[in-house]
C-alpha cells in the first residue's frame, strides 16, 4: 500500500485547504484510514478517521472546521479544512490499516510522506 499526500501549503488564519491522499496498491474503500498531524517538539496527534463500514471520528480541536471524505472511485481520501487558526500548523500525515485500540491511536501500517500546513495570524 502506498499513500501519497498533497494539497499543503500557507494560508491566513480563516482561510481553506484541502488535502488529497491518494492510495495505490489497495482498495482505498477498505482500509480504516485517518489523518494525522505533528507540529515541531510535538507528539503526533489524530485529527480525523474514516473506518471502511463510513464510521468516522473527528479531535475535538477541529470539530465543526474539518471534513473527511473519501473518493473510492479515485482511491483517495481527503480532508477540507476550514477555519484554520494557527496552532493547526503541522505536517499531515495520511494513515492506512488502523492497528490501535482506536482509530484514533497513531498506530497504522502504512504512512504517507507528510504534507506541511503552515497557517500565519
Known amino acids: 500500500v502506498k499513500l501519497v499526500e498533497s494539497g499543503g501549503g500557507s494560508v491566513q488564519a480563516g482561510g481553506s485547504v484541502r488535502l488529497s491522499c491518494e492510495v495505490s496498491?489497495?482498495?482505498?474503500?477498505?482500509?480504516?484510514m485517518g489523518w494525522f498531524r505533528q507540529a515541531p517538539g510535538k507528539e503526533r496527534e489524530g485529527v480525523s478517521t474514516?473506518?471502511?463500514?463510513?464510521?468516522?471520528d473527528y479531535a475535538d480541536f477541529v470539530k465543526g472546521r474539518f471534513a473527511i471524505s473519501r473518493d473510492n472511485a479515485k482511491r483517495t481520501l481527503y480532508l477540507q479544512m476550514d477555519s484554520l487558526k494557527p496552532e493547526d500548523t503541522a505536517m499531515y500525515y495520511c494513515?492506512?490499516?488502523?492497528?490501535?485500540?482506536?482509530?484514533?491511536?497513531?498506530?497504522?501500517?502504512?504512512w504517507g510522506q507528510g504534507t506541511q500546513v503552515t497557517v500565519s495570524a
Open positions: 474514516l473506518d471502511s463500514d463510513g464510521a468516522f
Open positions: 496498491g489497495y482498495a482505498s474503500n477498505m482500509l480504516c
Open positions: 494513515a492506512a490499516d488502523c492497528r490501535g485500540p482506536t482509530r484514533m491511536s497513531p498506530l497504522y501500517g502504512y
